[in-house]
């Protein structure tokens, strides 16, 4: 079964620390990895959108990473702000010409703290 | 651009009662699509677009109605509104590509709540 598995399910850092939250899939076939980041009460906002081929992927203090051998991603945040503070979303898109084909993780919830 | 608009934000609706959440889009994105959105379950797939004229039925699309009669446009209809239909529903487009969805621009939500 396609799935996509995100940890940890919250985490709470201090403003100015780094973090990295995690992503593993099992969605096969596999056309890439997007990583969304939600605002409480607002909609998804797109971060980074991973090929097969891409390892790195970096959006301002954003850094995401794709291991598609082992089907893992992350995300890195550095030197957080409180304005991080928000759900992040891996979604993988299993391609395959089907458009409804999108794999959704259900979010890593962020906060941090002055 | 306003990019993708959600309309309303916010409804509170009877048990039975239908109506329409609407979308619209100004990026001439061939794909659209309907998104839920509850507690502890991630955002779930009701009905998808992939142009005028042809829809397709997604994760969860029982209660739910969709037309695509414009690119721009792709409302989602609650027949008849149930308490498990409490949710909050987001729309979002992007451009398809031989089979495949591009980066997805979501809207800002509309939170249903049925009593």
């Known amino acids: 079964k396609n799935q996509v598995e995100q940890s940890p399910q919250s985490l709470i850092i201090l403003e100015g620390k780094n973090c990295t939250l995690q992503?593993?899939?099992?969605?096969?076939?596999?056309?890439?990895l997007r990583w969304y980041k939600q605002d409480t009460g607002r909609g998804p906002v797109s971060l980074t959108i991973?090929?097969?081929?891409?390892n790195t992927k970096s959006n301002g203090r954003y850094t995401a990473t794709l291991d598609a051998d082992t089907k893992q991603s992350s995300l890195h945040i550095t030197a957080s702000q409180l304005s991080d503070s928000a759900s992040y979303i891996c979604v993988v898109s299993g391609g395959g010409g089907s458009q409804g084909n999108l794999i959704f993780g259900k979010g890593t919830k962020l906060s941090v703290k002055p | 651009n306003a990019g993708v608009t959600q309309t309303p934000k916010f409804q509170v609706l009877k048990t039975g009662q239908s109506m329409t959440l609407q979308c619209a889009q100004d990026m001439n994105h061939e794909y659209m699509s309907w998104y839920r959105q509850d507690p502890g379950m991630g955002l779930r797939l009701i009905h998808y677009?992939?142009?005028?004229?042809?829809?397709d039925q997604g994760e969860v699309p029982n209660g739910y109605n969709v037309s695509r009669s414009t690119t721009e446009d792709f409302p989602l209809r609650l027949l008849s509104a149930a308490p498990s239909q409490t949710s909050v529903y987001f729309c979002a487009s992007s451009y398809s590509r031989g089979g495949n969805t591009g980066e997805l621009f979501f809207g800002e939500g509309s939170r249903l709540t049925v009593l």
């Open positions: 992503c593993n899939y099992t969605v096969s076939p596999f056309s890439n």
């Open positions: 677009s992939v142009g005028a004229g042809i829809t």
């Open positions: 991973m090929t097969f081929s891409e």
